[in-house]
Every structure is written in C-alpha cells, then in structure tokens.
C-alpha cells in the first residue's frame, strides 16, 4: 500500500472516530433521559403517565422503523439547518445521532427496567422523592447495563457511519466503497476491513472492562 | 384547620399513654377483593408488636399503608397523633423519615457500599457528608459490621445483609421501626440472630417495632403483643403468652400448630370413640402452670393416670403449659379428674379413647 493511501486510511479511520464518538456521546446525553422517561412515565413507574409513555414510545418506534439510509437522505434540510452544510463528517452527526438516540434509549430503559422494584420501594420508604430514585437506585443499579448497552450503540454506530459515506461524510466505509470496491483495490478493501475489526473490538474490550469494574453485584 | 387537628389528635395520643401508631376502621381493596377489611389497632410506644397471618391475609398492605407506600381506601392512621391518610407523596416523605423499614429481600442497593447504603437516608435528608459517615459508622457498630464497612453487599451473607438493612432504617433515627418478613429469608440461626439484635434495639434504645411474620417463633420470640390477621380482620389480639396459652380461632390454633405441642400422630391415629384409656389435653398458663398440678391431682383422686407428651414452655417469662394425659377409664374417675383440672385453671378437653396401652 503506498504512502497516499496509508494516509488516506488514518484519515478516514478519525473520520469514523469523529463520526461514531460525537454521535454516541450525543446518543448518551438524549437517549439515558428517554429511556428514563420511558421507564418513568409507564404503568407503575415513578412518575405514572401513560400518554406521555404512548407519544414517548411512538416517537421512538417511528424513528427506530425508518431505515438508516432514507433518515440520511430525509434528515438533510434538518442537517443544513444545525450545522449549515449537508455534506461531510460534521453533517453526517446529525442523522447518525437522531438514528441512534431512540436506539440507545430503548437498551437504556431495557437495564432501567431490570432494577428490583424492592429497592425503588425501600428508597421510597426511607423518604426519597423521584430524583433520589432516579439518582441513587435507577441509573446506579443499571450501571453496567447501560455501560454495555453504550458499547452496542457505539459498534452500531461504527457500522452505520459506513453508510453515511453515501452524503459524502468520509470515514472508513467510504474509502472502502471508492477504492476497494468501485477502483477494484482489494488491498484497500482488505485493510479498512482490518482497520474496522480493531476498532470494534477494541471498543467492545473498554466497553466490558468498564462494565465488569463497575458491577458490584455478585 | 389541618394543623388544628392535628393538635388534637396529637393530645388524644398523649392521653391513650402515647401511642406511636393509631390505626381506626382501615380499609384496602384490590379489585374486587380486600385486603384490608377494617382494621383497628394501635402501636403503643416503646413496644414489639407482632401482627401474624397466613400469606394473603392482609398483614403486607396493612404494614405499608403506616407509611404511604399503600394508599388505604378508607379510614384513618394516625402517626404520632398526626393523620396520615390524606398527605400527598410530598408530604409523606418527612414522615417516612420518621419511620424505618426493614424487608425480607434485604433491598440493599448493589452498587453502594455498606456504609453508603446505611448513610442513604441521611443523604436524602441533605446531610452533610461527615455526619452521615459517622452515623453510618456508629450503627455499623451497633450492628456488629463495623468491619465491613466498605463491603459490597454482595460480599455478604444474609443474616449480615439484614443486619446493614437495620442499621439503614435506623439512621434517620425513626420513632418507629416496620418489619417486613425481616427473617423470612434467613435460617432459623441467623433469625434468631436478627430477632435478638431487634429485641436488643427495642430496649436499648426504646424504639417501637411494629413487626409482620407468618412465623409464631418470631413472634414468640421478640413480640410483647400479637394482633392475628385473617381475611384483612384482626381475630385475635393480646399479649403474646396470653394468646399462646388460649387461642380463640382456628387461624391461631392452626399457626400455632408448629410451635405449641401437639398429640404425637400415631396416638392421635389411634383415638375412638371408647377405650380403656381416655386422653386429655390440659391447657395451663400462668398461675396454674406454676403449681405442682399432678402431684396434687395425684393426691386428691385415687385413679390412674400417665402423662403421655406435652410440656410447659415460657414466654415472656409466663408459664405456658400444653400436657397430654392418659386417664384409666375403668377406674371411673375421668370426670372427677376434669372437674378437678377444671378448678385449678387447667382447661381440659377430651380428645377420644384407646383401648390398650400405647
């Protein structure tokens, strides 16, 4: 592989990096509340609201059921709007985080469910109002579930940024479509494909360390 | 005009010798069953009260509708003279501190330490950190954990979580102490355990436990006053050896049946209608239980008798005596014998015959 091509390769690998870490975290910071929220507001939740619980889940189930591909293509007069361009790696955030938001908050709200409904209650008993709940039982208890629930979206993420190459994003997908796939460079394709396993792997190696450290159960 | 009420209940409470808990006419239905089906009962201070019954008999609802947790349908509940019945979830969070909880399943939380789970209440009260610590560690003392302090509750064994789990409850220094089935999971070792360091909290520090069971060896053990609950009624209610020594229902007959003695099952396969032998069973308790009752039945009526199982038990520091005696029918003598036990307070009953020796 020569010199150009190495470089192009430790571009679009920080492309992805760019792409799934921006998008991730965003993932973290909107969908850990609404997977709350849709915990919360549910049948004998801590702050009961079943038709907020109904628009909460609509919303999430209309985005998860739409493919990735067409929310890309959909999302780009909203992408224009924030970040003033539909093309590139900073556009490419934008879909990759809405498609990812309601994914990550229904693994979310999977851990938060888990959580003994005895522990919510002993909360309850000892004086603690909903945002002790919140704070200390529902998002300490389900730790490592949404540590391990992050890691998914973050392998997910990882995959679907490939796809973001279609708006002209960068990143590793993209390279291996342009020259190993369209110019016929098998040795491009081979070592994006190389590249992406590291990666994967690498992310689900943190993701289950952290998990592991922080579960005190058992 | 709530305050004003409150007041008064709070002086009613005072002239009724301070009861922590006043409990009037409660009512709880689930669909179209209820739990709670008029109940009555007060909590006086300083005292164990147990409150028994089978599973689905009410106790459950009963003991969380003292602190909000269930919302009863009617009546009232007074705590510490103040009616609790119509505060909101906001309003009840102050009283609640003012009650501790213990529960079966321990419901320690996984991802804090020992200490950080004793400390919780005090850091739902918006305690400084240093204080919370030191409270954390002065009940990890009193509860014989001061060593693992910064365990994981995982790290420990049941009897140990129970006993984080009350030292939990008593941080905020509640007036009263609710137990839940506290021993429910554990062995009868590690119960009795937990029943002493309970019956230890309660007089050291004078705190009031209200506690549930279906087990009569934990009332037996720690409880000062039993109240029974079947079908969401009280049926009976008295002091603990007083209940043990006379049962009035069944249900209490029929819970008491592991603990109490009873007629070994092959003597009781063998009972007819006539015989040689008629066999008694003779209730005493307290003044009868502590004069010598067969050597002065011995004494006065010449016929033959054995004693064929039972024995006397004390709780509460009263005799309570079940004994089972076999009395020679051909001697003639059965009835005098009753009426003798009879006017001795023994209460006697005939449970059948056999025909040969046993």
Redesign the interface.
Known sequence: MSQTMFDLLLRSLWETVVMTGASGLISLVFGLPLGLALVATDRGGIAEQLWLNRILGGIVNGFRSVPFIILLVALIPLTRLIVGTSIGTWAAIVPLSIAATPYYARIAEVSLREV?R??I?????????RW?IVR??LV??A?PGIVAGFTVTLVTLVGASAMAGAIGAGGLGDLAIRYGYQRFETSVMVAVVAVLIVLVCGIQWIGDRLMAR?D??? | MNQHVSWAEAGAAEASGGDVVRIVDLKRRFGGTAAVDGISLSVRKGEILGIIGRSGAGKSTLIRCL?G?ERPGEGQIFVEGREITGLG??D??????R???I?Q?F??????TVEENVA??L???GRPKAERLARAAELLELVGLADKAKA???ALSGGQKQRVGIA??L??RPALL?SDEATSALDPETTRSILSLLKDINQRLGLTILLITHEMEVIRTVADRVAVIDAGKIVEEGLVWSVFADPRTDVTRSLLAGIRPQLPEALAARLGQAGREAILRVDVAGEAARRPLLQELATAIPGRFRLVHGGIDHIQGEPVGTLFVGVQTTDGRVAEIIDFLNARDARVEVLGHVSDDV
């Open positions: 003994d005895g522990l209650e002993a909360v309850r008993a000892m004086g603690g109002g002790a200390e039982v300490p208890e730790l922080l005190r159960r058992a | 602190n947790l979830e906001r009840l969070q102050p009283l609640r501190r009650i501790g909880m529960f399943h419901n320690l939380l996984s991802a804090k919780l209440p850091k739902i009260e994981y509750p995982a939990r409850a941080a905020a609710l």
